[in-house]
Structure formats: C-alpha cells, structure tokens
C-alpha cells in the first residue's frame, strides 16, 4: 500500500469521519481534524533500512502521508532540507552544538511548500475545483505554486501590506490575488464567508486535514537526520503554529512505528511581542489563546493574531516541559544580519526570532551548553530584502583616488 490513511478524526471531541471525501473541520465542534493510519501494518513497511534506500524528499514517508493514490502526488522536489550547524553564533550565545533547520530551500522558499504539496495533491484526489487561501505570504506562493502544478484555480487573500515578492510570486503562479485591508484573520473570513458560494476548498492553516501532514515530515526528517534520536529542544517561530502541531503529531507516529523512543524534545514557542497570544495564553496557564488585539510586527509569518489549533500548541508546550516567549522587531532585525554574517545564513524575519529566542534562553538557563537544539528557519532572507537599510558607495573607477574611497 502506498498509504495506510484510515479516518479523519476530530482532535477535540474525537469524533471520526471518513478520509474519502473533502473535509475542513469538525462538523460538531469546529475544531482542527487529525488524519489518522493503520500504523500497526504500516510499521512493517516503513522501517529504517526502507527509508534509507529512498529518495530524501518527503514523500519517503509515504505510507503516514494522505494521498492514496501516488499518480494524485503534486510534487515539486519538496523536503529534505539540511540540518546545519551554527558554530559562530551558538559558541557566542552559549550553545556551541546549535543547529538550524534550514527549510528555504524548499520550493517558494519557505516550509509552506511542505504543507500545501499534501494539501493540494489531497484535494486533487479528492475532486476539488479550487482553492483558497488566506496568507501573510508564504503560505500564498506556495498554495499558487501547487495549484499551478495540479491545473487548480487558487484564490489568495493576503493583507495589502504583503512583501511585494510574494504578491509577485502568486500572480506569476497564475492565482487569482486580493489584497485585503487588514490582517490574515481579516483575509480569513472573506474566504469563509465566500468559498460555499464559489466553489473554492479552504486551505487555511489547520481548518483542513492536510497541511499539518506536510508539516509533519519535519520531523521525520530531523529524528532521520539525528540517527533517530531528538534533540533536546526544538525552537519554532509560531504563527499558525502548524509546525510543532504536526511535529508534535509525528513523534507520536514515529513512536508507535517503533523508530523512536518515548523520549521528546522541549517545544518553544516563540513570537513577537506585537504579536503574541500563544505566549500570553501559555503564561497565564489557559489551554486557548483568545485574538491579540492591535497585532503588529515585521515579522508576516507570525503576525497571527488567533489561532484554530492554539489548545493543540499548548498542549505540546506543556507536555514537553517547554516554553513560550517573545521577542523584539529590533531584536529580528538584529540577529537577522549577525547570522547572516557570522554563518552565512540569511533567514526570514520569522527565523531571526528563533536565534534571538535561543540567545535569550541560554543566557537564562532554560537551555544548557551541552544540550543539541535546533532552531528552524522557516524561510528565505531574501524575500524579504525591503528590512535590510541599503547606504552602498558608489565608486567611479576612472577617478584616480577611488583605492583611497574602499574601507
């Protein structure tokens, strides 16, 4: 079998529903559905020595992944990202063995692509005429990108004040592109209040099934690429948070499959303090994060002022003995270009927040010296090159003191 994709079922009220038709949410309660799979007959097919003879994309772990027929798979070389050291900067913040997970190289740049492959190839297989999405950016390019890919229309919401690229990215894909007067949230309701009429199946972050199995594959790849053993913490820059909720998911997974042990790494949030309900709710001991009133940050991936699946984060934080906290648009910008410079790795705003979190969290003693820890980098720097103060000298190489005028 190519997947072993049993049911849907609902990660609040645990209802269950049939895996053979389009679905969102829960119909009961509204909230976030997991896929479920026979994990007892897929352990058997996807062992250690399986996975090592495959290619290092996603779809390695297929038999845990939604789409049932490999013909419906809508690829474009997603997965299989590096785990890279950051010598430099973890030495200077106290974490000499810190590595970053480095998802730009997915396709569009960010981990998006990871998401929206399983969401797009799904409801491909599942008879979708088209999509919809709202999206601070990423999540944009990608959905168009796929959608593209799969001969779907894609409808994107965005708020007007999107980095540019990524607004071009999508009407380069060929989707159909609104900018919105507000934020994600605003850009959400016109896609809930029109996908019914116009045919569209809503892509939003965890208000369908499919999105948090691609994010899932995280962390099958890191547990892979650590000789399946976790790391001591997993630091993650949290929007709609559907990173650690499928990371979270697939430790599980990969529990039962027999390739892991019980053993988990602390999961840390980390937002902005323009933007942060998951941390206020974490701190004020709450399983829900009510709408961050007046959201504003650099940073578009998390500026999320509510999130569906925000008790399914808390759940992971608290159960992992992690934690959650903010940081500062100056502190981003800031480690932005140290990184950059000190290692050679030019992350997303959204990145940033996770070395400005690790820094914070060493210097407090949340995080040991001797501790692996992995920080993820979401996304690309370079689309986002309008936060880089550009003052270049322009030289004349006919003017004979030109030498006089290079530092």
């Known amino acids: 079998m190519y997947s072993y994709l049993t049911q849907l079922e609902c990660t609040f009220c645990g209802a ?16 976030v559905l997991y896929a479920r799979y026979d994990l007892s007959a897929a352990r058997g097919a996807m062992t250690k020595e399986a996975l090592a003879s495959r290619p290092f994309t ?3 772990y297929h038999e845990v992944l939604p789409v049932l027929d490999p013909a419906n798979v809508v690829t474009l070389g997603e997965g299989g990202t590096p785990l890279l050291p950051l010598p430099h900067f973890g030495r200077a913040i106290g ?58 229309p894609a409808y994107v919401f965005m708020p007007q004040d999107t980095p540019t690229i990524m607004q071009a990215e999508c009407t380069a894909y060929g989707a159909h592109v609104y900018l919105v007067d507000g934020l994600i949230n605003d850009a959400g309701k016109i896609v809930r209040e029109n996908s019914a009429a116009r045919g569209w199946f809503d892509v939003s972050t965890l208000k369908e099934p499919y999105r948090a199995e691609g994010k899932k594959t995280m962390g099958y790849e890191l547990a892979e690429q650590l000789d399946w053993e976790l790391p001591d913490a997993i630091i993650y820059p949290t929007g709609g948070g559907t990173g650690i909720v499928g990371m979270w998911k697939a430790f599980a ?25 998951i941390v206020e709710a974490f701190n004020r001991g709450e399983r829900h994060a009510p709408l961050f009133a007046g959201a504003q940050t650099l940073a578009p991936g998390i500026r999320v002022p509510i999130a569906i699946g925000d008790y399914l984060i808390l759940d992971a934080l608290r159960e992992s003995g992690g934690t959650a906290l903010t940081v500062t648009d100056d502190e981003i910008l800031a480690a932005t270009r140290e990184v950059a410079a000190s290692d050679g790795l030019y992350a997303s705003p959204e990145a940033a927040a996770t ?13 040991g010296g001797g501790e692996r820890v992995i920080v993820f980098s979401t996304g690309a720097g370079l689309k986002h090159t309008e936060l880089i103060d550009l003052d270049l000298p322009v030289l004349d190489p006919h003017n004979p003191a030109v030498s006089a005028q290079i530092a």
């Open 58 to 60: 996603l779809w390695r």
């Open 355 to 367: 070395f400005v979190a690790a820094r914070k969290l060493a210097a407090s003693g949340f995080l």
């Open 253 to 277: 997974e990969m529990e039962t499959l027999g390739l892991i042990g019980p053993r988990r790494p602390k999961m840390i949030c980390v937002q902005s303090t323009g933007c942060a309900p």
């Open 95 to 152: 974490l000499p063995g810190l590595l970053a997970k480095d998802e730009s190289g997915n396709p569009t740049g960010s981990f998006k692509a990871r998401g929206m492959a399983l969401a797009i190839s799904r409801a491909k297989e599942l008879g979708a005429r088209a999509v919809a999405a709202p999206s601070a950016g990423n999540a944009a390019s990608a959905m168009s990108a796929y959608a593209a890919r799969a001969g779907l």
């Open 16 to 31: 269950t529903y049939p895996a053979n038709e389009l679905h969102t949410v829960c119909a009961g309660c509204g909230k």
